[in-house]
């Protein structure tokens, strides 16, 4: 266990490249996250009930996701056989297309190489884990979740615009921040930018607390 967590990749790390198997065919993961955003998440297993609410979510978003420039990604560690079976099953009784990749990690590579397989969960099975790793291939943000818990979508989305968009306006988003609302002006390093800020337009708490609109 102590070997497993010790190779977990943390945020600002390089997103650790591998070649899999998957259901749109095998992919080498950086040349598929190159030059866009990539959200890869694994789930327990093909076939069980939170999981495919879970990856019928995720489906259900696509043109939210691409109109962030990002791509899905899914994994769990069963065979490519059992995967292309749940996805026509999923369409048949659900009318949802998991069109997106899923990785066939039936020998655990992928899954301890980004640490979803924790063995005080399972030794068999990925936990719900969750990596944002943007279009340079850094991994940016990390959830995980226990088997027994599904995911939130709406958290997913809201972190993946504020990350974006601390990206393009160099801020930063203050608790349950939503796209639309204020966002925190970083806070002065020198007396002259303090003075700046103090005589700013910006909504102020205190000087190292001020927010603004985006424009």
């Not at 504020?162 to 806070?187: C, F, H, M, R, S």
Request: contains cysteine; aromatic residues 10%.
């Amino acid at each position: 266990m102590e070997q497993i967590l010790n190779s977990m990749p943390c945020i600002g790390d390089r997103a650790p490249d591998f070649d899999a198997v998957t259901t749109r065919g095998k992919i080498k993961f950086s040349d598929f996250n190159k030059g866009s955003w990539v959200i890869l998440f694994s789930h327990p297993a093909d076939f069980t009930p939170v999981c495919t609410t879970e990856l019928t979510g995720f489906a259900s978003e696509t043109n939210f996701f691409n109109s962030y420039n990002t791509k899905l990604m899914g994994l769990s560690i069963d065979s490519i056989h059992s995967h292309i079976a749940w996805v026509n099953n999923v369409r048949e009784k659900m009318g949802v297309l998991m069109d997106f990749p899923i990785i066939a990690d039936i020998d655990m590579k992928v899954a301890k190489l980004y640490g979803m397989l924790q063995p005080n969960a399972s030794e068999t099975a990925a936990v719900r884990a969750v990596f944002f790793i943007d279009p340079t291939g850094i991994i940016r943000l990390i959830m995980y979740y226990p088997l027994n818990v599904g995911r939130n979508m709406d958290e997913i989305k809201r972190v993946l615009v504020a990350l974006q968009t601390a990206d393009e306006y160099k801020v930063a988003l203050p608790l349950n921040w939503k796209k639309g609302e204020k966002v925190i002006v970083p806070p002065p390093k020198t007396l002259s930018e303090l003075e700046e800020r103090l005589a700013s337009p910006y909504e102020m708490v205190d000087f190292y607390l001020a927010k603004k609109e985006l424009v």
